[in-house]
């Protein structure tokens, strides 16, 4: 059972494998849900590992990296997509062996976590766990028309990426958050064009770019502006466009506009943003406490943590975050599966593992901000 990372050459192969395996009708197919990744390429098409059987792909299993900027620090994040395996090869083994490769070769990598959707089940064989945070907010007419808001004077025009001192004006806006993948210039737009959205630039009086969002069926998939007044004048003036009630997806690290919208919309549901797993403890808590800590003021303390065989001693103080290799007993003691849920949510930490009085401290720090962007995801 030999697997192979593809080539460029195989590119047309792997989409009619893929779209054959998820079951998609013409003119649905890979290359349009996530154009960011699907593209004939030597880069791109190296992520996919895949299995030939009888003189064709038969499995495959995309492995794409991402640079995560979570707030000085940059990570490595791995998004798994366009897992399968074609109807009569199922039952085999292929899955599993590729996802074995995928795993060993993202931690000989350097990776520090990964990311991927599916069934909960189906992943936490490989150590997978369904956790993150993410808020929708359900924004009716009749709560702007309530909130005495003045309706702004905002134009909106569909995103292209001719337009490209828009697109960099665009571009700044998403780099400007606490926690974003970074995203090149030419790929921006495609980015935003993932799971069939439309990117839409917001204008002012005076053509100037003010903020962009991408949205599909009335759902703001992702929003980003100068400020957190003028997101609300977009979202404001979007709905009076559509003449219809709004959702507005918003992740953790938004707290001005999770906070804001809090204040204004019907409803808002907290979500667990898809299958995690945490490669490097160390850094990636110290990375999101910091973000935590920086947007929300946490309260200072100490606490030491072992996960598995993994003894970390976090702190956070006035100068900062600490995150080191600690010893001695620890203060919370969990498994691999529970410190995802303990730590990253959706729900508080002691709705995930009991927390002894030694680490309460932790009730004020968790949930941790992990989140992911719908264009960013695969």
């Not at 064709?56 to 995560?68: L, M, Q």
């Not at 292209?160 to 806006?173: I, L, Q, S």
Request: charged share 25%.
């Amino acid at each position: 059972m030999q697997i192979e990372r593809l080539k460029t050459g195989d590119f047309e192969e792997a989409m009619e494998t893929m779209a054959t395996a998820f079951e998609f009708k013409s003119p649905r197919d890979f290359p349009m849900l996530l154009p960011q990744i699907y593209q004939p390429t030597e880069e791109l098409m190296k992520a996919i590992y895949a299995i030939r059987l009888d003189g064709r792909i038969v499995s495959a299993v995309g492995v794409h990296p991402r640079d995560w900027q979570v707030g000085d620090s940059t990570l490595k994040l791995a998004g798994i997509g366009g897992v399968c395996t074609l109807h009569d090869y199922r039952g085999k083994g292929l899955m599993k062996a590729i996802m074995e490769r995928c795993l060993t070769d993202m931690k000989a990598e350097g990776f520090h976590l990964s990311w991927l959707g599916g069934q909960r089940q189906r992943y936490q064989y490989y150590g997978y766990e369904r956790c993150g945070n993410v808020y929708d907010f359900d924004l009716r007419v009749a709560n702007l028309r309530h909130s005495r808001r003045a309706t702004p004077d905002i134009r909106f025009e569909p995103m292209g990426g001719h337009y490209v001192d828009r697109v960099a004006t665009a571009r700044a806006f998403h780099e400007a958050k606490p926690i974003h993948v970074r995203r090149s210039q030419e790929d921006f737009v495609l980015y935003l064009l993932s799971g069939y959205c439309e990117p839409w630039f917001a204008l002012d009086s005076d053509e100037n770019v003010i903020g962009y969002f991408a949205q599909v069926d009335g759902g703001v998939r992702e929003i980003s502006s100068q400020n957190v007044e003028v997101t609300l004048d977009i979202l404001h003036a979007w709905a009076n466009y559509l003449e219809q009630d709004i959702h507005v997806v918003v992740q953790p690290d938004d707290v001005s506009l999770a906070r804001s919208l809090g204040q204004l919309a019907e409803r808002v549901s907290v979500n667990a943003t898809g299958n995690w797993q945490v490669f490097d403890w160390q850094a990636t808590l110290r990375a999101l406490l910091e973000v935590r800590r920086d947007t929300q003021g946490i309260s200072e303390g100490k606490l030491r943590i072992q996960i598995d065989e993994t003894r970390l001693d976090l702190e956070v103080c006035a100068s900062g975050v600490n995150c080191l290799v600690g010893e001695g007993p620890p203060d919370l003691q969990l498994t691999h599966f529970d410190a995802h849920r303990v730590l990253f949510g959706p729900t508080r930490p002691g709705d995930g593992a009991p927390i002894p009085e030694s680490a309460r401290i932790l009730e004020s720090w968790a949930p941790l901000p992990l989140g992911f962007m719908r264009g960013d995801s695969v």
